[in-house]
């Protein structure tokens, strides 16, 4: 049975397995769907996550209900699952204006441009969980070949879409914010709130492509520099 | 029938029960910080629990009447004032066109709330009017805003029965999330201190100082997180998650802060003392059920 541990007087926190396995995302969706559908009215939260569900309950409703939650999460199967899932295309602009990094990694792992766009674009990640800021999705696995840390000092400012790496992360910033990881490009594509329909951009589960396009492309759909 | 803004203050906001159901995306519940005086203040007026009030931090918020109506305030002590008259807060009062209400400076605590019977009549985004800075959903009171409000009867004059004791010091917290994986000795450091609040405390995340809690180097994958959680950092600080925390964090939390003492949490000032002292869930539970039938709370 899946470990359950408590996270607070109306929430659990139940785990699907120890280490970042891009099978998890299907799981973890999938049952958490399973029991926002069985449990309408005791579920109030759920938070997929890399390797985990988290879930707020109404203690109103504790008494009549827990036990039977417990009873269905045992009864979570062990073996893989698969979801329909959608791919999500976002426009890349890979450019040293806007990626703050580049030139760094390239220097570094001793590789052209080219060759970076090429393995940063060439892969479906896939969404291992969204959080931190709404429509900030944690994409995995990126490429060993341009993997790199977190910067030491995070900067104070970066743009709203903005493409960072760390480790064997990627995601897209959606709005200004401060923030540690690499920068190595930048999509026009708007995903703050003030559009609405934006807050369900990303789920766990889905996979992202990044499309390199080129600067009078992204300056002509509104991409700032 | 609406209040003006004169002078909105240092931070004032609009903030009802919190938006509910959209953690996965991301969104956290924002809603008042100190659910107590909240809660307090929709009830002197008969209101619904998830009806808008204003928050305000620190102070400094002047407001005029433009149409007679009830309101109550609740909360820290703002140095309130009708008409430049000092009033007594956690009651109800009625208020009549030209009135100018005025939170002078912080004299006592943190947030104070103004409901007004019926509730703020402002925006709806995402099932929820509260105001969360952090994503750019609203944004705190400005000069000449004009707040409506729907009026209609006047409840009886009435004050708290229960009034919060905001000296209390000690926080009771739920062994949740990572507490087995704490040593002994990491436990009772945490226990046998007391903290201080530092001033990187806001609305997102109540920062502590003390002896840092020196935790072995471990890789922890990022989990969602509940309010109260009590995360301890790299630098073996605690930082207390708040109503507009993020919705999923990666250090390891030592447990969680039991949701009503949050309430106290939030009315302490820089440099002011707490401690944390063990509570089982299931009595945190039991006190939660208490209050949410008083106040009639229905998710």
């Keep these: ?12 926190l139940i785990y699907f397995g120890k280490e970042i396995d891009s099978s998890l995302p299907a799981k973890i969706k999938k049952f958490s769907e399973v029991l926002e559908k069985k449990f309408p009215n005791f579920l109030i939260e759920t938070i997929p996550s890399y390797t985990t569900l988290h879930i707020t309950y109404n203690l109103d409703l504790y008494k009549k209900k827990y036990n039977e939650l417990i009873e269905e999460i045992k009864k979570i199967p062990e073996n893989k699952t698969t979801i329909k899932s959608r791919l999500i295309n976002i426009p890349v602009y890979y450019g040293f204006e806007v990626g703050l990094d580049l030139e760094t990694i390239l220097k570094e792992k001793k590789i052209t441009l080219d060759d970076f766009v090429k393995i940063h674009s060439s892969k479906e990640y896939l969404v291992h969980a969204v959080g931190f800021s709404p429509c900030f999705a944690f994409l995995g696995k990126v490429d060993k070949k341009i993997q790199k840390p977190r910067l030491k000092t995070p900067r104070v400012e970066i743009s709203a879409g903005s493409v960072g790496i760390a480790e064997m992360q990627t995601a897209v910033y959606p709005i200004n914010s401060s923030g540690g990881w690499n920068i190595v490009g930048k999509t026009f594509l708007d995903m703050s709130l003030k559009n609405p329909l934006n807050i369900s951009k990303f789920n766990i589960g889905d996979r992202v492509k990044f499309n390199p396009i080129d600067k009078k492309t992204f300056i002509q759909n509104g991409g700032k520099l | 029938m609406s209040f003006k803004v004169i002078n909105p203050g240092f931070s004032s906001s609009i903030q009802d029960y919190g938006r509910i159901g959209y953690k996965k995306y991301g969104l956290n519940q924002a809603g008042p910080m100190d659910e107590i005086a909240y809660c307090e203040a929709n009830h002197l007026l008969e209101n619904n629990f998830n009806n808008a009030v204003i928050e305000i931090a620190f102070g400094g918020l002047e407001i005029k009447v433009e149409a007679e109506t009830s309101i109550s305030v609740t909360g820290a002590d703002l140095d309130f004032e009708v008409n430049n008259k000092k009033i007594p807060i956690w009651k109800n009062l009625q208020v009549f066109k030209g009135d100018v209400l005025k939170w002078k400076k912080a004299v006592k605590g943190t947030y104070s709330y103004l409901a007004v019977k019926g509730g703020f009549q402002t ?67 945490f226990f046998n201190q007391g903290y201080t609040i ?41 930082i207390v998650l708040m109503k507009d925390a993020p919705t999923i964090g990666g250090y390891p939390k030592i447990g969680t802060v039991f949701s009503l003492d949050l309430s106290f949490l939030s009315q302490k000032k820089l440099n002011e003392k707490i401690y944390f002292e063990p509570i089982d869930i299931e009595e945190a539970q039991s006190k939660r059920l208490i209050f949410n039938k008083h106040f009639k709370i229905h998710l």
């Design chain 2, 198 to 238: 530092s001033n990187l405390a806001n609305r997102a995340g109540c920062r502590l100082t003390g002896k840092p809690i020196m935790l072995k180097k471990s890789k922890m994958i990022s989990e969602g997180m509940s309010c109260g959680s009590v995360q301890i950092s790299n630098d073996g600080y605690p």
């Design chain 1, 1 to 12: 049975m899946h470990k359950v541990i408590p996270a607070g007087e109306n929430s659990i």
């Design chain 2, 123 to 189: 925006g709806i985004l995402f099932g929820s009017r509260s105001t969360n800075i952090r994503e750019n959903i609203g944004e705190n009171l400005k000069k000449n805003d004009i707040l409506k409000f729907k009026s209609s009867n006047f409840p009886i004059s009435r004050s708290s029965k229960n009034i919060p004791n905001y000296e209390k010091k000690s926080l009771r917290i739920m062994p949740t999330c990572q507490f087995q994986k704490f040593t002994n000795s990491q436990k009772k450091a």
